[in-house]
């Protein structure tokens, strides 16, 4: 598939904002204002048209309601993640669970599985946050972008890639809270991918994985691109 209008901004950790080829302005986790590691000039949201939220974790979660409010996208999530926002204003949500597929503006979105916990950090303790996911968006030409949230890997990304094909992959690599290196590695044959973006390393010394690591993991799959982004890098689909 051909995706030569879009593109892939990286905002630091796993947050990615998204140009479609039909000009829509699709946010993934909402990381943005608070986070440390997306550049000043890029923490402007009110142009947004889609916010999709994998999980609610703070490095995934933190700005959603202000995102939201400056915005006034539409924003997809787990129905218990909606529900949370429903209670502070926030309007334009459309829940959904692992399996299930949505199409807005033109965009299709099928929540994916994932093996990571969920919940919302509030002044009154965590709450239940309902089941992380990941999602396969099929932009408005048919490209396909598999976000694999926060997941350990799992024997069904086969299933993901026999079902959806994505073109381009975005992977969680910096160990001890998802995948390492050896692990995407392997996710990268089951989702039969081309295209990689690391992402979800570096961000605190805790997260040891490595594109370079990535790299030597993968050496034998030939024609595999990684795409190694800093905060604030486009990637040309």
Not at 139 to 150: M, P, S
Request: proline letters at 5%; hydrophobic letters at 40%; charged letters at 20%.
């Amino acid at each position: 598939m051909s995706a030569s209008e879009s593109t892939i901004t990286f905002l630091g950790q796993s947050t990615v904002r998204i140009v479609t080829p039909g000009g829509k302005q699709v946010l993934i986790d909402s990381w943005v204002m608070s986070n440390p590691y997306c550049p000043e000039l890029l923490k402007e949201v009110a142009d947004l048209d889609l916010v999709l939220i994998t999980r609610a974790h703070r490095d995934h979660f933190d700005d959603a309601v202000e995102v939201f409010r400056r915005s006034g996208a539409t924003g997809v999530a787990s129905n218990e993640v909606c529900v949370w926002l429903e209670t502070l204003g926030i309007e334009k949500l459309e829940p959904m669970c692992e399996g299930g597929s949505q199409r807005l503006m033109g965009l299709t979105i099928t929540a994916t599985h994932a093996d990571h916990s969920n919940s919302i950090a509030t002044d009154a303790g965590k709450i239940y946050g309902g089941k992380a996911f990941g999602c396969v968006l099929t932009l408005e030409n048919g490209f396909r972008i598999y976000h694999a949230g926060d997941t350990a890997l799992f024997g069904d990304m086969k299933l993901i890639n026999e079902l959806y094909h994505p073109d381009l992959a975005i992977l969680p690599i910096g160990d001890r809270f998802t995948m390492g290196p050896r692990e995407a590695a392997y996710a990268i044959r089951l989702l039969g991918v081309a295209n990689v973006i690391p992402v979800h390393y570096g961000t605190f010394p805790i997260f040891t994985g490595t594109p370079d690591a990535l790299r030597r993991e993968t050496d034998d799959i030939a024609g595999l691109e990684i795409i190694e982004l800093q905060p604030g890098e486009t990637y040309r689909l």
